[in-house]
C-alpha cells in the first residue's frame, strides 16, 4: 500500500520522481563497499547511498478514504485548513495578535516564505497521527519556522526543545550532532510530545499551554482551579504571559492560512508533495564534499540539514541528509564521476589529560587548524576520553569510530599556571603580592589583620627573617638597612616564591588596587 501510494504521488505531480529514486539507487550501489581503505582514489566509489527514504503515510484503505483528495489537491494551504480542528473563540487577546501579524505584513511573508520546505513533511506526519492540522502551524510560533534558531535559554530547532526534553525523546545531543534542530526527528518528538500531553489533558489547547509551560505546571493549574471551583479550560488558567499568549499567537496565524484574503495577504504557493529526499549515509562526507556535489550552496545545505555541527557527516552516527529532490539527482550524476576523496576529516579519543599542543605534537598535527575546528580556548586542557576533530592523515583513512560518532564529547580543564609572588613585609605584618607588584609597599596605617601571613610556613620563615642578628636563613632573605628616623626601627624583608596549594594569600585592598591600575 505504501508503495502504492508513492506511485500515485510522484505520477500525479512529479513525473520523474520514480526515476530519479531508481536511478540514485541503482548509480549510489555501484562498487558499494564500507570501511577502512587506504586508497584515496578510490573514495568516490566507496560511498553507499540507499534508496530514498522517503516514506508516505501508510494509509489503511478503511480508515482514509480521502487519499485521492489529497493527491488531486493543488495547493497544500488548502489541505492544511480541512484539517483544522482546534476551537478559535472570538476573543480580545487573539484579536489583537493577529492585528499584529497583519501590521507586519512583511514578517509574515517572510515566515510563510520559510516555512514551504517543512510543511509538506509535517502536515503528513500530523494526518498520519489524526491530529489537528494546526499542530503543523506550531513552528510559527515557536522559531519562525528557522530550524537553526537556539533561543537564549538554549532550547533549538524549528520546535524548540530544551537539551533535557530532547535527551528524553531520545534526540541525540554531542559535539557532531544536535537533533534537535534536526527536521525529520525533531517533528517526530515534537508530535511524540503532543500527543503526550493531550492523552493526559484531553484538550488540544491545554496540551499546547503544557507543551511551552510545562505538564506539572500546568497540572497545578488545574488543580487551583478546580480548588476554587473555577474553570478549568485553557483561558481561564492563571499562567504567566508567554503561557497566556502561545495558543492565541497560534490561532492568529490560523486564521490568516485560512482566510488570507480577508487580511490582505497572498500566501506562497507551496506543492502538495515532497520537497525533498532522504538519503542515508554509508560512509563518512564532509558537508563540503556534499554541497559541491549536489551544486547547492552552504545556506541552502543547511536549511534542511542544521543539526550538523561539524564539517564531516558520519556514517557511525546512523546520519541521513536531505535534499531537495533536483539536487538528489545532480548529486547523483556527479557522485558518478567524482574522484576527489569525499571526506578529509576523522576523529580521536584522547586517552590521557593533556595540553593540545601536547596532544597535536605527537599526531603531527597544525595546532591552530585544531583549535579552530574544535573552539579551545588557549590555557585550556583536554581532558581524558574527549574526542577531536582532526584532519586525515595517511594512517587513518577509515571511518570515524562508531563509538564516537554516537557519544562523542569535548570537555576541557583550564591549565594550573603558577603565580609568582613576593613576599612584602614591615615588621611581622606581611602581604603575598604578585611579582609585578613588587614595588608595593604597605601602608602603616593599613589594617593589621591584613598583613598577617596567612600559613604557619610562612609566618615562620617571617619570623626568622626579621632577626637580623640570629644569622638564619640570610641566603633567602634580604634585609633593609635601618631607617635613619627618630620612629621605631622596622625591617622591610622581601622575598619571592611561588605559592603552593593550599597556601592562603592576604592582600590588602590597596593592593588590589594597585594590581587593578598595573
Given at each position: 500500500?505504501?508503495?502504492?501510494?508513492?506511485?500515485?504521488?510522484?505520477?500525479?505531480?512529479?513525473?520523474?520522481?520514480?526515476?530519479?529514486?531508481?536511478?540514485?539507487?541503482?548509480?549510489?550501489?555501484?562498487?558499494?563497499?564500507?570501511?577502512?581503505?587506504?586508497?584515496?582514489?578510490?573514495?568516490?566509489?566507496k560511498l553507499n547511498f540507499e534508496e530514498p527514504k522517503y516514506q508516505p503515510v501508510p494509509v489503511a484503505p478503511v480508515q482514509n478514504p480521502p487519499v485521492p483528495d489529497i493527491v488531486q489537491?493543488?495547493?497544500?494551504?488548502?489541505?492544511?485548513?480541512?484539517?483544522?480542528?482546534?476551537?478559535?473563540?472570538?476573543?480580545?487577546?487573539?484579536?489583537?495578535?493577529?492585528?499584529?501579524?497583519?501590521?507586519?505584513?512583511?514578517?509574515?511573508?517572510?515566515?510563510?516564505?520559510?516555512?514551504?520546505?517543512?510543511?509538506?513533511?509535517?502536515?503528513?506526519?500530523?494526518?498520519?497521527?489524526?491530529?489537528?492540522?494546526?499542530?503543523?502551524?506550531?513552528?510559527?510560533?515557536?522559531?519562525?519556522?528557522?530550524?537553526?534558531?537556539?533561543?537564549?535559554?538554549?532550547a533549538a530547532g524549528m520546535w524548540q526543545f530544551m537539551p533535557a526534553t530532547g535527551k528524553y525523546f531520545n534526540l541525540k545531543q554531542n559535539m557532531f550532532r544536535d537533533e534537535r534542530s534536526?527536521?525529520?526527528?525533531?517533528?517526530?518528538?515534537?508530535?511524540?510530545?503532543?500527543q503526550k500531553l493531550y492523552d493526559q489533558f484531553g484538550d488540544w489547547q491545554l496540551a499546547l499551554a503544557a507543551y511551552n509551560w510545562g505538564e506539572g505546571s500546568v497540572g497545578r493549574a488545574i488543580n487551583k482551579n478546580k480548588a476554587a471551583k473555577l474553570e478549568t479550560d485553557y483561558f481561564s488558567l492563571k499562567m504567566p504571559n508567554e503561557t497566556k499568549n502561545y495558543v492565541p499567537k497560534l490561532l492568529a496565524y490560523k486564521r490568516i492560512i485560512e482566510n488570507p484574503a480577508k487580511y490582505g495577504f497572498t500566501l506562497p504557493k507551496v506543492e502538495n508533495?515532497?520537497?525533498?529526499?532522504?538519503?542515508?549515509?554509508?560512509?563518512?562526507?564532509?558537508?563540503?564534499?556534499?554541497?559541491?556535489?549536489?551544486?547547492?550552496?552552504?545556506?541552502?545545505?543547511?536549511?534542511?540539514?542544521?543539526?550538523?555541527?561539524?564539517?564531516?557527516?558520519?556514517?557511525?552516527?546512523?546520519?541521513?541528509i536531505l535534499l531537495p529532490y533536483g539536487k538528489a539527482?545532480?548529486?547523483?550524476?556527479?557522485?558518478?564521476?567524482?574522484?576527489?576523496?569525499?571526506?578529509?576529516?576523522?576523529?580521536?579519543?584522547?586517552?590521557?589529560?593533556?595540553?593540545?599542543?601536547?596532544?597535536?605534537?605527537?599526531?603531527g598535527l597544525d595546532i591552530h587548524q585544531?583549535?579552530?575546528?574544535?573552539s579551545i580556548p588557549k590555557g585550556m586542557k583536554v581532558r581524558k576520553g574527549s574526542s577531536l576533530l582532526v584532519p586525515k592523515m595517511s594512517h587513518n583513512l577509515g571511518d570515524i569510530d562508531y563509538e564516537i560518532a554516537q557519544n562523542g564529547i569535548l570537555s576541557l580543564e583550564r591549565e594550573y599556571v603558577p603565580v609568582p609572588v613576593v613576599m612584602k613585609c614591615q615588621g611581622k605584618?606581611?602581604?603575598?603580592?604578585?611579582?609585578?607588584?613588587?614595588?608595593?609597599?604597605?601602608?602603616?596605617?593599613?589594617?593589621?589583620?591584613?598583613?598577617?601571613?596567612?600559613?604557619s610556613k610562612s609566618s615562620s620563615t617571617v619570623k626568622k627573617s626579621s632577626n637580623a642578628s640570629s644569622g638564619s636563613n640570610k641566603s633567602s632573605v634580604k634585609v633593609s638597612p635601618k631607617p635613619n628616623t627618630k620612629s621605631p626601627a622596622k625591617k622591610e624583608v622581601t622575598k619571592t616564591q611561588t605559592p603552593k596549594a593550599g597556601d592562603v594569600q592576604v592582600i590588602t585592598k590597596s593592593a588590589k588596587l594597585a594590581e587593578k591600575n598595573n
Open positions: 500500500m505504501e508503495r502504492q501510494f508513492q506511485m500515485k504521488y510522484c505520477l500525479t505531480y512529479l513525473q520523474r520522481c520514480p526515476l530519479i529514486a531508481v536511478l540514485l539507487l541503482v548509480s549510489l550501489l555501484v562498487g558499494c563497499a564500507t570501511g577502512p581503505t587506504t586508497n584515496i582514489s578510490s573514495f568516490s566509489e489537491s493543488i495547493d497544500l494551504w488548502e489541505r492544511i485548513r480541512t484539517g483544522f480542528d482546534i476551537s478559535d473563540p472570538e476573543m480580545e487577546i487573539i484579536n489583537r495578535h493577529t492585528k499584529q501579524l497583519v501590521d507586519n505584513p512583511t514578517y509574515v511573508r517572510r515566515v510563510l516564505e520559510r516555512s514551504s520546505p517543512y510543511l509538506f513533511y509535517i502536515i503528513e506526519e500530523v494526518e498520519a497521527r489524526e491530529m489537528p492540522s494546526e499542530l503543523a502551524l506550531l513552528p510559527f510560533v515557536e522559531s519562525a519556522f528557522n530550524p537553526k534558531a537556539v533561543s537564549p535559554a538554549k534536526d527536521i525529520i526527528k525533531s517533528t517526530r518528538a515534537a508530535l511524540d510530545y503532543l508533495h515532497p520537497y525533498f529526499v532522504t538519503l542515508p549515509v554509508t560512509q563518512d562526507i564532509d558537508v563540503d564534499r556534499v554541497i559541491t556535489l549536489s551544486e547547492m550552496t552552504r545556506e541552502q545545505f543547511l536549511d534542511l540539514n542544521p543539526s550538523f555541527n561539524k564539517p564531516v557527516i558520519m556514517k557511525g552516527f546512523n546520519q541521513e539527482e545532480i548529486f547523483r550524476d556527479n557522485i558518478l564521476t567524482n574522484r576527489m576523496p569525499l571526506t578529509s576529516w576523522t576523529a580521536i579519543k584522547v586517552e590521557k589529560t593533556d595540553s593540545l599542543e601536547k596532544i597535536v605534537a605527537n599526531l585544531v583549535r579552530e575546528m574544535n605584618k606581611c602581604v603575598a603580592v604578585p611579582k609585578n607588584l613588587a614595588n608595593y609597599q604597605p601602608k602603616n596605617g593599613g589594617n593589621p589583620k591584613a598583613h598577617q601571613l596567612a600559613t
